[in-house]
């Protein structure tokens, strides 16, 4: 039942508040105050992803901004970096210039996905660090780089938390939904102690956009008003957020939580974000961004990023799909979709990399391709190629890493 005489719940107040300022991660989250005026502040580190859904004017994007503040307010950016995905173009614009940030802001689809497989390769990267000195965790590996000598020139330098946020998962779904999905589940499954965290938001709350596989990977998750049970039961497995009532209602299930918990989230005003972010961008160095970021993020997933190497222009299916046409004798984007589980747009560039090497020829109509080489001159080709280059694709080395340590379930 609605209060009587409502009151806002206002960020500053929340900052200022004991429990933020004795919270000491620098992932803290100032998310709102319970029915009894309790301020609640959680760690987005122990969620360790979190999935927020809530229709339009529910105050979703008025939740993201309070998170990202929080981080803002409690982490330097050598502690916390952000990605920051917003199909939407106008949500999170407003912080490109902030010294936390990996990349710019992304708006493309097709961009943010190829952002997401660049955070699988930086997970595996880290797990590899980690494997190589004896440590478990971003913890335990910041905590023995001290003692390395010459941990620099050996290549260990120090990890931030990376946190990742997509303002409206829905329109990546829309996009590319089998390499999103893929890369976000291996990402809520493995990255946790890796120190990479994600949080999703979406205002269509459906099983096509939430699927069964990414709600089994992110525990943690914020209601805010949805239009139908079954919206509320997507979302929490449960009934109830098809009662609330708007304007920053929640009904918020961490981790561990037995039952959702019914909260009003706190309000953060776009002059507040705007202030914020001009102090941090007068009072900051202009931003350095990551170069292996912005340089894959800048182009078709599934590509590498150095244009010099001839083997980087491909997608790193390229010799499974070429061996794979030439046994099967025809080629069609079709086939590719079926065989390694992937988008149509992504089938059809693997097609036109395997026709500008010459593995298959031009398209006829709507007839499969047919195939120029048998497998001896394939493997002379890849041979050739890894000759020019001189090193194997690392897309393909990050592929069969994560494949070989997916058994290897790390806290």
């Known amino acids: 039942m609605p209060n009587d005489t409502p009151s806002a ?19 803290a989250f100032a998310v709102g105050k319970d029915i009894g005026g309790k301020v609640i502040v959680t760690d987005i580190a122990k969620m360790p992803h979190l999935l927020i859904a809530g229709a339009t004017g529910s105050g979703k994007s008025v939740c993201i901004n309070t998170l990202i503040m929080s981080i803002l307010y409690k982490a330097d950016p050598n502690e916390v970096k952000l990605i920051m995905i917003d199909p939407k173009v106008v949500e999170l614009s407003c912080y490109n210039g902030i010294p936390h940030l990996f990349c710019p802001v992304v708006t493309d689809p097709k961009e943010a996905a190829a952002s997401l ?13 980690f494997k190589e000195l004896g440590v478990r965790n971003i913890a335990g590996y910041n905590e023995k780089i001290k003692s390395v000598e010459d941990a620099e020139a050996a290549g260990y330098t120090h990890m931030p938390l990376l946190v990742i946020i997509v303002d409206e998962f829905a329109d990546l779904m829309m996009v590319a939904s089998k390499e ?16 990479i965290h994600l949080i999703l938001a979406t205002q269509r709350p459906s099983v096509n956009v939430i699927t069964g596989v990414i709600k089994a990977n992110i525990p943690s998750r914020i209601a805010f008003s949805v239009s139908s049970a079954i919206d509320s039961r997507t979302i929490l497995d449960k009934g109830g957020a098809e009662k609330l009532l708007g304007k920053g209602d929640m009904l918020f299930f961490p981790s561990g939580y037995s039952e959702p918990v019914r909260l009003q989230g706190a309000f953060v005003s776009d002059k507040e974000v705007s202030d914020v972010v001009s102090f941090l961008c007068d009072h900051n160095e202009t931003p350095v961004y990551n170069d292996k970021v912005t340089e894959i993020v800048d182009m078709p997933a599934g590509t590498d990023s150095s244009s010099e190497e001839k083997k980087s222009d ?21 086939q590719l979709q079926r065989k390694f589980s992937i988008g149509f747009n992504r089938a059809g560039r693997i097609i036109d990399q395997l026709n500008k090497a010459g593995v298959v020829g031009p398209a006829v109509g709507t007839k499969p391709r047919q195939v120029m080489m048998t497998m001896e001159q394939f493997d002379a080709y890849l041979g050739g190629s890894e000759a020019e280059s001189g090193s194997e694709d690392p897309y393909a080395l990050a592929h ?8 290897e379930v790390i806290e």
């Not at 497989?117 to 660090?129: H, I, Q």
């Open 9 to 27: 719940v206002h960020f500053r107040e929340l900052l200022e508040g004991e429990a933020f300022e004795k919270a000491k991660s620098p992932v």
């Open 117 to 129: 497989n660049w955070a699988v390769r930086e997970m595996m990267d880290r797990y590899n660090k």
């Open 180 to 195: 999103v999905e893929d890369a976000v589940c291996r990402l809520a499954q493995l990255a946790r102690a890796a120190g």
């Open 314 to 334: 491909v997608d790193e299916y390229f010799e499974e799909a070429g061996r794979f046409v030439i046994d099967s004798g025809r080629a069609a984007a079709g």
């Open 400 to 407: 069969d890493f994560v494949d070989e340590q997916e058994s």
